[in-house]
C-alpha cells in the first residue's frame, strides 16, 4: 500500500521514476513549488518523513539515521533543508548490500555543491518533474505522441481548437493544486507562488524584493528572446543606469540567474547546430524560459482576457506553454539530451522556435504558431533549416526525423504536401 494522494493525477514520468526504482538505491526527484513532487513521489511509497518541520528537522540534525526509518520505498521530502543527508543517503544505500528502490528524495532547491562531498553517482539518480502538460491535465487528447513521431508514426484528422480555451490553459498553469479549481479561481496559484517566491528569496540573492521582482518581470517581459545583460540591466535600474553601477549590475544578474535555476523556476533553452561539435551550441546566448506560462502571464499583469486583446503577447506565451509541454514530453524519452529543448538561430536571421534532438542523433525541428494564419511562415523557416542543413555533404548532417509546426488554432491535424505535420498542442502527448 502506498501513500497515494486522493487528488493525485497520474504523471507521464511516473514509468521513468518505477524504472529508476528498480536500478538504483535511491531516486532524487528535482523541480520547481508546487509541481507536484512530493504526490507523485507518495504514490510509489510506503512511508514518509518531511524536514519542512523544524522539529523534525532539529531531531535529523541530530542523528541522520532518524531519517531512513520506515517502510521502504521511504520518502525525504525537502531534503535540501539538511544537505548533508547526501552524503548520508549514499552510505545507506551502500549498506543496504545492493538493495534497491530503497528511499526518494525530493526537493524545490539545490543546495551548494561544497555542502556535498559526493555527486552519488550509481547509487542516487535524479528525474526532473515539471508542472503538468496539457495532456497530464486532460486538456490534451493525446492522439498525436511525440516518440511516435521520430518513429514515423502519424494520422491525420479533423480538430476542435479553441483560442479562449488556450488562453485560460495558459493563465491557469499546470500546477496539480489548480486541477480542481475554478479557472478564475485557479489564476491565484501563479501569483501566490510569486509572491511566496520572491518574499522568501529576495535578501537573499544579493538585493532585495523590488529589484529580484522587477528581474523576473525583464525576463517575462523578454520572453521568447536571447534577452541581453544589458537590457535586463536597464529594466532592473528603472532607467537610471550608469557605468559606475555596471559591474555590480552584472554581479548581481548572474546572482538571480543561478538563484532562479537553483528553484527550478527558468530554464535555459541553448543554440543548437548539426555538427554535435560545432561551438554554435555553445556561443549562442541562451533563451531563458520559465517553468510554466502562467508565470509570465502573472508577472505581467495579463488575464485570460488580456490576452485575447494582444496578439503579440497572446503569441508570446502560447510558445511558453508549447516549450513547457515539449520539455515534459520529450523528457520521458529514453533517449532524449537532458536539457531536451534547444532552438537554431544564425547570421541570416533564420531563428526555429525548438529543436529536440535524441542521443541517437536523430532531431526534429519544430516551429511554435497561435493560428493558422502563421503557419505557412513556420513552414517556410524550417524548409530553409531543412535546406541548409543538406547544404554541406562534407559535414554528414542527418536529415530530420520530422518537422512540425505547434498550432493552438487549426481545423486540421495534418501533414502538408512539403512534409511538416500541422499539430495542434492540444493533441499532442509524450
Not at 51 to 66: C, F, M, V, W
Not at 109 to 119: D, G, I, Q, R, V
Not at 406 to 422: D, H, S
Request: proline share 4%; glycine share 8%; charged share 25%.
Amino acid at each position: 500500500m502506498t501513500l497515494r494522494n486522493s487528488k493525485y493525477k497520474d504523471r507521464l514520468l511516473d514509468k521513468k521514476l518505477e524504472k529508476h526504482l528498480r536500478a538504483f538505491g535511491a531516486v532524487e526527484i528535482v523541480g520547481s513549488m508546487w509541481c507536484g513532487k512530493t504526490w507523485m513521489a507518495e504514490s510509489h511509497a510506503r512511508s514518509k518523513i518531511n524536514l519542512s518541520n523544524a522539529g523534525t528537522r532539529a531531531l535529523i540534525e541530530a542523528d541522520h539515521n532518524l531519517a531512513f526509518e520506515g517502510m521502504k520505498p521511504h520518502v525525504i521530502d525537502e531534503w535540501q533543508e539538511i544537505p548533508s543527508l547526501w552524503d548520508a543517503t549514499r552510505l545507506a544505500v551502500d549498506a543496504a548490500d545492493g538493495e534497491r528502490g530503497l528511499f526518494i528524495l525530493t526537493g524545490s532547491s539545490t543546495p551548494k555543491k561544497t555542502e556535498t562531498s559526493h555527486s552519488g553517482t550509481g547509487r542516487i539518480s535524479r528525474i526532473h518533474l515539471r508542472p503538468m502538460s496539457l495532456f497530464e491535465t486532460g486538456d490534451s487528447d493525446g492522439f498525436v505522441s511525440l516518440s511516435g513521431l521520430f518513429d514515423g508514426t502519424f494520422q491525420s484528422r479533423r480538430v476542435c481548437t479553441d483560442l479562449h480555451g488556450i488562453a485560460n490553459l495558459i493563465c491557469k498553469g499546470g500546477w496539480p493544486g489548480a486541477l480542481h479549481l475554478d479557472s478564475n479561481d485557479a489564476e491565484l496559484i501563479p501569483n501566490q507562488y510569486l509572491d511566496t517566491f520572491i518574499s522568501s528569496i529576495g535578501n537573499k540573492s544579493g538585493g532585495n524584493e523590488h529589484k529580484l521582482r522587477r528581474f523576473l518581470v525583464s525576463l517575462a517581459r523578454n520572453s521568447g528572446q536571447a534577452v541581453t545583460y544589458n537590457t535586463i540591466s536597464s529594466d532592473i535600474a528603472e532607467g537610471d543606469f550608469g557605468s559606475s553601477k555596471e559591474l555590480a549590475t552584472r554581479q548581481s544578474i548572474e546572482t538571480y540567474l543561478d538563484t532562479l535555476k537553483g528553484r527550478f523556476l527558468i530554464e535555459d533553452i541553448c543554440g543548437w547546430d548539426a555538427p554535435i561539435r560545432s561551438k554554435s551550441r555553445v556561443r549562442v546566448k541562451p533563451k531563458r524560459s520559465f517553468v510554466d506560462p502562467s508565470l509570465v502571464a502573472a508577472l505581467l499583469g495579463a488575464d485570460k482576457s488580456r490576452l485575447l486583446q494582444d496578439g503579440q503577447l497572446f503569441g508570446k506565451l502560447f510558445e511558453e506553454l508549447c516549450l513547457r509541454d515539449l520539455r515534459v514530453y520529450a523528457s520521458c524519452m529514453e533517449s532524449a539530451l537532458p536539457n531536451p529543448i534547444m532552438y537554431y538561430r544564425d547570421s541570416d536571421n533564420l531563428e526555429v522556435d525548438a529543436i529536440i534532438e535524441l542521443r541517437d542523433g536523430r532531431w526534429a525541428g519544430i516551429e511554435i504558431k497561435l493560428s493558422e494564419n502563421k503557419v505557412a511562415d513556420g513552414i517556410g523557416n524550417l524548409l530553409r533549416l531543412k535546406k541548409k542543413m543538406a547544404s554541406n555533404p562534407l559535414a554528414q548532417n542527418p536529415d530530420p526525423a520530422f518537422m512540425a509546426v505547434l498550432v493552438g488554432m487549426t481545423e486540421f491535424c495534418r501533414k502538408t504536401p512539403e512534409g511538416i505535420y500541422v499539430i495542434p498542442c492540444t493533441s499532442l502527448t509524450a
